[in-house]
């Protein structure tokens, strides 16, 4: 994770020499030092390391599109009442709602080396494929599924920074989970 | 267990056992294996089995063992320890898949062993513990095709006091790929005491702006998820007046609340969904999946464990 922060700081325009250094880790010396040498996730920690990161990394890449995926596709479904699940198979980019999940869809799509043309169909498999029209609200219930799970990396890791750093609270974007603009939540009534 | 880790173990098999020797009214004792062990490790749980009695036990797949990083419930040697466990009557596996900290191997905590166990072992029931958090999804599938794997909360649950929210989803999406008879309350309890996790389930509610993802959990669901659902799986009795209906509301009646169903399994596909249909599931590359050993999906047929059955008085599990 490290290394990949410093990939993307180093890809900014006019981006010069860049360090990234990890502080406050029970490995920090030994991951520094890997950062420092860009050695790698095999490099770095040596025989502790059965292989490198890219398989997970693409793990990680094909489940944020399906998140991605499943939140433009839900807000679709509640923008437009008349929209059945069964109907999403026709849905193309072009008929998204111009919004930051289908720009983070976007993103996801091309990470994974999907097209991004308004005519391409939305709900899709990891290698950009449509799904039998008879599976839509499986597949998509699944990827509702794989979004739900992943955000708990997120929640279980702000939890344990904030525990540690209280002040980093004020760093952390709203989780899907938030609430609503415009609702109320109702489970502090109990 | 867990020996390369702790001084004394993670679990203390004496003290665990005496303990529930002085409130056997409230404590169930259950033990654990290592594969690794092979022939040796038999004759010990067979001996095992008869001085404790057991029903139950809970596995770490991702304990270190010499050079060994870990197990997969599939290995022919678990297979050895499994099949002995359904002939000695060890009936509930619980095992450990949740999230990973170092130096655990991220691929210890991978849930498709369990798919492959649960088909051979269908006398047995498995419950995985953490429900393969971060792998939710993983679970859910695999929980969809096999009657016999239920989810255990342990560390799912206290989501319900810093993200309430998060915590709803996670129920949520656990009563649609399970059923409530298959959801088991877990304390977290060498963490903390739990009464305040309990309390706070007792009182919790899908928030009202979620209902239309999710539909609002039962007093029912509760006390099954609670209780009712560990007691039928240990044959525990449970209390007159504390039972739910015989005629158990399934997921069907938990889904039909006036104006919702959309966005959820409803009429419109809730018959054309696993396993007869199911597509590969999406971990699976090639031919050769099986998704044909039930033909009806597992929330039509109530599980053999089902919390109908269970006689009069309950108690937690430990170990």
Same mark, same amino acid.
């Given at each position: 994770?490290?290394?990949?922060?410093?990939? $993307? %700081?180093?890809? =900014?325009? &006019?981006?010069?020499?860049?360090?990234? *250094? +990890?502080?406050?880790?029970?490995?920090?010396? !030994?991951?520094?030092?890997?950062l420092?040498?860009?050695?790698?996730?095999?490099?770095?920690?040596?025989?502790?390391?059965?292989?490198?990161?890219?398989?997970?990394?693409?793990?990680?890449?094909r489940?944020?599109?399906?998140?991605a995926m499943?939140?433009?596709?839900?807000?679709l479904l509640?923008?437009?009442?008349?929209?059945?699940?069964?109907?999403?198979?026709?849905v $193309? %980019?072009g008929? =998204?709602? &111009?919004?930051?999940?289908?720009?983070? *869809? +976007?993103?996801?799509?091309a990470?994974l080396? !999907?097209?991004?043309?308004f005519?391409?169909?939305?709900?899709v498999?990891?290698?950009?494929?449509?799904?039998?029209?008879?599976?839509?609200?499986?597949?998509?219930?699944?990827?509702r599924?794989v979004?739900?799970s992943?955000?708990g990396?997120a929640?279980?890791c702000?939890?344990l920074?904030r525990?540690?750093?209280?002040?980093?609270a004020?760093?952390?974007?709203?989780?899907?989970?938030?609430?609503?603009?415009?609702?109320?939540?109702?489970e502090?009534?109990? | 267990?867990?020996?390369?880790?702790?001084?004394?173990g993670?679990?203390?098999?004496?003290?665990a056992?005496?303990?529930?020797?002085?409130?056997?009214?409230?404590?169930?004792?259950?033990?654990?294996?290592?594969?690794?062990y092979?022939?040796?490790?038999?004759?010990?749980?067979?001996r095992d089995?008869?001085?404790?009695q057991?029903?139950?036990?809970?596995?770490?797949?991702?304990?270190?063992?010499?050079?060994?990083?870990?197990?997969?419930?599939?290995?022919?040697?678990?297979?050895r320890?499994l099949e002995?466990?359904q002939?000695?009557?060890?009936?509930?596996?619980?095992?450990h898949?949740?999230?990973?900290?170092r130096?655990?191997?991220?691929?210890?905590?991978?849930?498709?062993?369990?798919?492959?166990?649960?088909?051979?072992?269908?006398?047995?029931n498995?419950?995985?513990?953490?429900?393969?958090?971060?792998?939710?999804e993983?679970?859910?599938?695999?929980?969809?095709q096999?009657?016999?794997?239920?989810?255990?909360?342990?560390?799912?649950?206290?989501?319900?006091?810093?993200?309430p929210?998060?915590?709803?989803?996670?129920?949520?999406?656990?009563?649609?790929?399970?059923d409530?008879?298959?959801?088991?309350f877990?304390?977290?309890y060498?963490?903390w005491?739990?009464?305040w996790?309990?309390?706070?389930?007792?009182?919790?509610q899908i928030?009202?702006?979620?209902?239309?993802?999710?539909?609002?959990?039962?007093?029912?669901?509760?006390k099954k998820i609670?209780g009712?659902?560990?007691?039928a799986?240990?044959?525990?009795?449970?209390?007159?007046?504390?039972?739910?209906?015989?005629?158990?509301?399934?997921?069907?009646?938990?889904e039909?609340?006036?104006?919702?169903?959309?966005?959820?399994?409803?009429?419109?596909?809730?018959?054309?969904?696993?396993?007869?249909?199911c597509?590969?599931a999406?971990?699976?590359?090639?031919?050769g999946?099986r998704w044909t050993?039930?033909?009806?999906?597992?929330?039509?047929?109530?599980?053999?464990?089902s919390?109908?059955s269970?006689?009069?008085?309950?108690?937690?599990?430990?170990?």
């Amino acid at each position: 994770m490290a290394s990949d922060a410093k990939d $993307v %700081l180093a890809a =900014l325009p &006019d981006a010069g020499p860049v360090t990234v *250094l +990890l502080d406050d880790h029970h490995d920090s010396d !030994l991951i520094n030092r890997g950062l420092a040498a860009d050695a790698g996730y095999r490099g770095t920690f040596g025989a502790e390391a059965e292989e490198g990161l890219e398989e997970l990394r693409l793990v990680f890449r094909r489940k944020a599109h399906a998140a991605a995926m499943e939140r433009a596709l839900t807000a679709l479904l509640r923008q437009d009442p008349a929209l059945t699940e069964e109907r999403l198979h026709d849905v $193309v %980019l072009g008929d =998204l709602l &111009d919004t930051a999940a289908t720009r983070a *869809l +976007l993103r996801r799509r091309a990470a994974l080396g !999907l097209g991004t043309a308004f005519s391409e169909p939305v709900l899709v498999d990891d290698g950009g494929r449509p799904f039998p029209p008879d599976e839509i609200p499986l597949r998509l219930r699944f990827a509702r599924a794989v979004r739900v799970s992943i955000d708990g990396n997120a929640h279980f890791c702000r939890g344990l920074l904030r525990t540690r750093y209280p002040e980093s609270a004020a760093d952390q974007s709203p989780r899907a989970t938030d609430p609503r603009p415009g609702t109320l939540p109702k489970e502090k009534a109990s | 267990m867990l020996g390369a880790f702790y001084r004394n173990g993670f679990g203390q098999t004496e003290e665990a056992f005496a303990l529930t020797r002085q409130h056997p009214d409230k404590l169930i004792y259950n033990h654990c294996w290592d594969p690794r062990y092979e022939e040796r490790g038999l004759d010990q749980l067979r001996r095992d089995a008869d001085r404790f009695q057991l029903k139950g036990a809970k596995l770490y797949t991702a304990e270190w063992h010499g050079a060994s990083r870990g197990y997969k419930l599939d290995d022919p040697w678990s297979y050895r320890y499994l099949e002995m466990a359904q002939e000695l009557g060890i009936k509930n596996i619980h095992v450990h898949k949740g999230p990973t900290i170092r130096p655990l191997d991220r691929d210890a905590f991978d849930v498709a062993d369990v798919d492959k166990a649960a088909t051979d072992f269908p006398e047995l029931n498995f419950v995985v513990e953490h429900c393969g958090l971060p792998r939710l999804e993983d679970f859910c599938w695999i929980a969809t095709q096999e009657p016999n794997v239920h989810a255990g909360l342990a560390v799912a649950m206290p989501f319900i006091h810093t993200r309430p929210r998060y915590f709803a989803q996670i129920i949520g999406e656990l009563l649609y790929w399970l059923d409530e008879n298959r959801i088991q309350f877990s304390s977290d309890y060498a963490l903390w005491t739990p009464r305040w996790l309990i309390e706070r389930f007792v009182d919790f509610q899908i928030p009202e702006d979620m209902q239309d993802e999710y539909a609002p959990i039962t007093v029912e669901q509760k006390k099954k998820i609670l209780g009712l659902n560990a007691a039928a799986m240990y044959g525990i009795p449970v209390p007159a007046g504390a039972e739910v209906p015989a005629t158990t509301p399934g997921p069907a009646a938990s889904e039909a609340g006036p104006g919702r169903g959309r966005l959820r399994r409803g009429a419109a596909h809730g018959d054309v969904t696993c396993p007869r249909h199911c597509p590969p599931a999406p971990w699976s590359s090639g031919p050769g999946r099986r998704w044909t050993r039930s033909s009806t999906p597992s929330w039509t047929n109530p599980s053999p464990t089902s919390a109908s059955s269970a006689p009069s008085r309950q108690a937690p599990t430990a170990g």
